[in-house]
């Protein structure tokens, strides 16, 4: 079972960065999958997940309105794509299996560094 997280770099403010997770192992239909960062000196926190059983796709407040969540099942991979890129967002991202939303994490990834320079 293995949960691969890409698509981090180094973008400027104001910027958009798009990360995948791709999943590989289990059954992608079974699982929500969420997203995860941790900032420098930070603990980690959640950023958002989309559920298998109806795609809804939940938010936390600081990326609400400029971020993306989406799945491609046949692809076996989740997509986050945050827009409007600010200092504050520079972290490493983890994506996570749960089974929903609201459950623990069953499997988590590895990471991918996304650097928002001014």
């Known amino acids: 079972v293995q949960l691969q997280a890409s698509g981090g770099g180094l973008v400027q403010v104001g910027g958009s960065v798009r990360l995948s997770c791709e999943a590989y192992?289990?059954?992608?239909?079974?699982?929500?999958i969420g997203w995860y960062r941790r900032a420098p000196g930070k603990e980690r926190e959640g950023v958002g997940c989309?559920?298998?059983?109806?795609?809804?796709?939940y938010y936390a407040d600081f990326v609400k309105g400029r971020s993306t969540i989406s799945s491609d099942n046949a692809k076996n991979t989740v997509y986050l794509q945050m827009n409007s890129l600010k200092p504050d967002d520079t972290a490493v991202y983890y994506c996570?299996?749960?089974?929903?939303?609201?459950?623990?994490?069953?499997?988590w990834g590895q990471g991918t560094l996304v650097t928002v320079s001014s």
């Open positions: 192992g289990f059954t992608f239909d079974d699982y929500a």
């Open positions: 996570a299996a749960h089974r929903g939303c609201s459950g623990p994490v069953d499997y």
């Open positions: 989309i559920s298998s059983s109806d795609d809804g796709a």
